[in-house]
């Protein structure tokens, strides 16, 4: 009910004139013109705590809105100079204000303003997302569905627990060679053009390495062995796992997806086109090469592991990044220094590959046998190589329905 009454303030907002402020989450809500993420913590006892999780009434970029479109002056009023003091005093107040076209695109390119986020800090936002996730998903059992329900409804309840800090990896993502804007006009003093902080940006780029970490993707063994196959009468709609395992619940896949939604968002040409543009800058800042080179190393890092099923996490997850890399270094339409680094990066795998011996363990040794495969096959033609596609994210926007 609560969502519901947010839901139609911000719809009444449409009415009224309002378009969508993707920037007012960054100011303790500011306005219901935002897309809000519910805000869930954990109490002083560590329990999951949903009493805030969504706002109650308009916020004050709402009522400042409202102000400028509906304000009434007395005759004679200069209204034009008088809509100007409302707007400055907006911007003193802090308020910010950025629309869909600058918040929806996967590349973009904007630190505050993302669709479902919530908090000041994106990277801050996105760890503390990941706790409460962890937390759900160490209580997470069959009571989560009513007595007398099908067990394998158990997933449309796991999915947005497992997934629930996909947006704020969007949001995190946008961190890195990100540009700090607003739609400035002459005079305003607002910012046009400023590329975050090289801090910021590195801290970022931490933040979305955890979420490749295969302790972090692994679904607990208890929780794979309550979900059964979807039973007659159900299918496997939309708002489920995709899955290679048939009619079998597939945490691999599930991983995978997660793994795809992050790579797919942090390795963007257009993010990767700018971290180079502001390198050749400031070459002390993140460059692609550097980012690369940490995405690799995180991934090797995770080899040391003697838990095969964190094993086989890290050899997928190792599958996805290779590629994504090769996918920037055979795409001709995209900033080409972006390509070079993608092959540069490439040629350093192949050298490593090259090092290995064979390994006793049999799916080590087939994975290296595959990523040795796929480079083999892309220096053949480049034009005609296809990099397997990983499975999506099962939908979960809180607005949107349909097939």
Known sequence: MARLRQLSAHEVGHTLGLAHNFAASVKDRASVMDYPHPLITLDNNGNI???????????????????FGYQDFPDGTDEAGELKKIIDENLKMGFQYITDEDSRAPGGAHPYSHLWDEGKSAPEELRRIMRIRQKALAGFSEKNIPMGAPMGTLESVLVPVYLAHRYQVEATAKMVAGVNYTYATRGDGQATNQMIDDAAQRDALNALIATLKPGFLAIPERIIALIPPQPSGYRRDRELFKVYTGLTFDPLAAAESSVEHTLDMLLNPQRLARLVE???RSNKRLGLAELLDALFLAVQKDRASTNPYLMELNRMTEKSLVHHVLNLAGDKEINQQVAAHALLRLSKLDLILASFGAPADANQSAHYAYLRE??????????VYKVPAGPAMPDGAPIGCGE
Do not use: C, E, H, M
């Open 374 to 383: 796929q480079l083999r096959t892309f220096r053949a033609d480049p034009s």
């Open 49 to 67: 705590d949903f009493s805030k999780a969504y706002a109650v009434g308009i916020g004050d970029w709402d009522k400042r809105s409202i102000i």
């Open 278 to 280: 502001q390198n050749a």
